[in-house]
């Protein structure tokens, strides 16, 4: 009995992904994307694509160092109509290995500003995020913050909260330092910076912020839209986190608050070059730019476009304007320095 | 020499062709990322052997004695009760045991934080009852022993089950004529008995331990997997942390070669009449000694289950109303299909290897099934770029020989997954099958052979009878690995395809874990239903024989 329900019930699962596979036959308008974003906003937009253009959107999603190793290995035979990252320095990384190709588009070029799309248009920004400055409204005033470099002084000792330096945002900050400041002056912010730690690097964005309402540090260096969803949680715990830190953009009085962003672009071998251009240009137009805004707590790259209601809460700021390709050229050489300095053991190791 | 050629000439059928072409066919990944291993290290090797090595082998070295020492003591402690005690709800709580491995360690390793941290609910609990306390640290490498050992111990627990349950009648009887204590019957017979047992699963704790990757990172702990994605993504590497992975897999050769050490030319087969092989009835307990045995199986069901599957519930009540839809159950089908397939396919290759190589002695096959079983220990990702380079091969033979464009059945398809979790999981089958067939011992099947009864007659109606405890509880354990999988999925799952395992890791990542509580809670349900259906074809088969 055992053995003939067992394989029974094995034929039938057989039978089953079996059937998955070859239910796509027929050439219907498709594209395939490679994401490494996983946002529920972006549901809904594909689904709104959908509808709007019959054009069927496959997604898969993995992070974005895999998808370029897919993409690699896919050559010429490869699915993949675009690669979507939530970093520039991913795609640069992906352009330089010949895995994406140039688009003309009108409506691109006159939307997306040059320093957040690529000179050879290969890859173009769709939503943008700052690396701000969190601190306790508690105990921190906001007029005692300027700079990301002012943060290296000893009155922020076991102050600072931060992630550890495997994560791509600390990684394009510290690359936009070296970019303005040189490669020495980084480093020695960065052993600035630690030597401020309040604890050793670890866990997310979102636990830094709880650190501050618990009293482990009064600065958490965090990125915008995490405070956007403490804030819309639904867990009381990370609401009460969010209230109680304020927001300083840093660097307002030179180049500005540094930004990264999220960006997409059409790969080599394409197969439906054309639908995906559309979807690009769908993806920046002002009502989809609106979506980001509202849900995901993103900043639009279409200047037409509104903000959310919280992200104008926070006010104007002034960005910083380095070329996005400069900061995937400086990348490894960030986490690099990240290693010299042991920015992981935090302060006790220097 | 000549003596040498003769032997090979007598030892080589059929079988041992069967055994090399599909341990072969298994190993193809690991052999394509070998190959790799001749363009020599990478130009960030330096730079990690300077800043890194020291750092990942010690961690690593931590973690293994930290979760060994724990995992053998919950697990052979609750396998022990269960296997010797009659108490209340004891049928329910041998499977209970096992539920801490539906979790994946991350998620607990995020629950465990969603418990104790800053804000954390039991912390929250503490406060109210009026203990100034602000949180339990619990990011740190004991933090990481701790959610690791109890979310793994459970393979040490099936595995030692499955011994001390069946250690016949004759020996606890001799053991008790000759005047042992209790004590020292499991000191000096019991535990050495089921030592392969337990050992075997130990090595299944140590290799999801070396394995684990969102545990480890989370908690800020640097290990051989996080250094290897390291290597890999942010220090655009892939040739030193393939070079990472191989040090890596010498770690688990030399940790292999002390279990066979252990193992030594000792015999586990227990010999005797059925009626001597019959295992001993269990003990009716005493109320004093039975609050004993309620501690001994509460503190790994409280830990291990019990809490986080608590903060889970408390987050899917915050969060259902946005992820509960009728994709997620669609999901929560295709994960299940997959898992049963793959498992299915698993259970057949390892028997497989087992039995082709056991009706024939060729010395040289065991490298074989070695490096077909050596998929559990090399990182996921590690094995998905060889999964997708082979098939690439594979691919693109076809398109310049035949001008085939073939492309679409691996990308559009499970096949390559399934394949590839074959590879990635089949030491999870195949150790605690060997282990168990060597303890059964070749001579029921030689007795089988004397009465004419041909290889495959013996196998289907002697050997695996024998071995059905085993094949169901590896299996199970296999099933709950397939559905947990991240790594490999992420980067081999076609576009139409989902798994939940995926779904609860895409909420995580993006630091939604609240969200992130719905899918896990449905693959631990999932699970469950697998266990109560394996649990009721157990029964039956009791109930027929």
Sequence with gaps: MLKYSMLLLFTVSLMFSCKDSSKKTEKEQEITLYTHRHYDSDKVIFEKFEQETGIKINVVKASADELIQKLESEGKQTPADLLLTVDAGRLVRAKNKGLLQSVNSKVLDSTIPSYLKDQENEWFGLTKRARIIAYSKERVKPEELTTYEALTESQWKNKILIRASSNIYNQSLLASIIANNGKTAAKSWAKGIVANFARVPKGNDRDQIKAILAGEGDLAIVNTYYIGKLLNSKDPVEVNAANAVGLFFPNQDNRGTHINISGIGVTKHAPNKANAVKFMEYLVSKEVQEIFAKTNYEYPVNAAANTSELLTSWGDFKEDHLSLTKLGELNKEAVITFDEIAWDKGPNAQ | ?545
């Design chain 2, 1 to 545: 020499m000549l003596n040498k050629l003769n032997r090979i000439r007598r030892d080589f059928n059929q079988w041992s062709l069967f055994t090399a072409a599909i341990g072969f066919f298994v190993a193809i990944p690991i052999l394509a990322i070998t190959v790799h291993l001749f363009d020599g290290v990478g130009d960030m090797w330096e730079h990690i052997v300077n800043y890194f090595l020291l750092e990942y082998i010690q961690n690593s070295i931590v973690l293994l004695i930290g979760t060994g020492i724990l995992t053998t003591l919950l697990g052979t402690s609750s396998a022990w009760v269960i296997s010797n005690y009659n108490f209340p709800l004891r049928s329910v709580l041998k499977w209970v045991l096992l539920l801490p491995l539906a979790i994946p360690s991350y998620i607990v390793a995020y629950a465990y934080v969603g418990l104790l941290g800053n804000g954390g609910t039991l912390i929250g609990c503490l406060q109210t009852l009026g203990f100034s306390i602000q949180k339990i640290e619990l990011m740190n490498i004991y933090g990481l022993i701790w959610v690791l050992s109890f979310s793994l111990f459970p393979y040490v627990y099936a595995s030692s089950l499955a011994m001390f349950s069946s250690i016949p009648r004759s020996i606890r009887e001799s053991s008790d004529i000759l005047g042992a204590s209790k004590w020292r019957y499991l000191k000096s017979v019991a535990f050495p008995l089921a030592s392969p047992a337990i050992i075997s699963g130990l090595f299944l704790v140590f290799m999801e331990v070396l394995n684990d990757y969102g545990a480890a990172k989370y908690y800020g702990i640097n290990t051989f997997t996080t250094g290897i994605f390291r290597t890999w993504t942010m220090l655009e590497d892939l040739q030193s942390a393939v070079y990472l992975s191989a040090l890596l897999i010498v770690m688990v050769v030399i940790l292999n070669s002390l279990v066979k050490w252990q193992r030594g030319s000792k015999s586990y087969a227990v010999k005797g009449s059925t009626d001597q092989l019959k295992s001993t009835d269990r003990i009716d307990l005493k109320s004093n000694k039975r609050l004993l045995v309620w501690i001994i199986v509460s503190i790994p069901i409280l830990f291990g289950l019990l809490l986080p599957l608590g903060q889970l519930f408390y987050w899917a009540t915050l969060t259902y109303k946005k992820t509960f839809n009728i994709e997620l159950l669609q999901i929560a089908g295709q994960s299940f299909t997959i898992a049963l397939v793959t498992t299915g396919l698993i259970i057949l290759t390892s028997l497989a290897l087992i039995y082709f190589s056991r009706w024939n002695h060729l010395k040289s096959l065991h490298f074989f099934k070695k490096v077909a079983t050596i998929g559990y220990v090399i990182p996921g990702a590690i094995i998905g770029i060889g999964v997708i380079r082979s098939s690439q091969s594979f691919i693109t033979f076809f398109d310049d020989v035949f001008s085939l464009e073939i492309g679409f059945l691996f990308y559009s398809s499970s096949v390559v997954l399934i394949y590839a979790y074959v590879f990635r999981f089949l030491a999870v089958v195949f150790h605690p099958l060997e282990a168990n067939s060597l303890k059964v011992g070749k001579n029921i099947s030689e007795a089988s052979y004397l009465l004419s009864a041909g290889k495959i007659k013996t196998l289907f109606n002697v050997e695996l009878p024998l071995l059905r405890t085993a094949l169901l509880t590896s299996g199970i354990l296999v099933f709950i690995d397939v559905l947990k999988e991240l790594p490999l999925t992420l980067i081999l799952k076609p576009y139409n395809v989902q798994t939940l395992a995926v779904k609860a890791y895409e909420y995580a990542d993006d630091e939604r874990v609240a969200q992130a509580a719905l899918p896990a809670l449905m693959l631990i349900f999932t699970i469950t239903i697998a266990m109560a259906f394996v649990n009721y074809l157990q029964k039956r088969e009791k109930l027929n024989r």
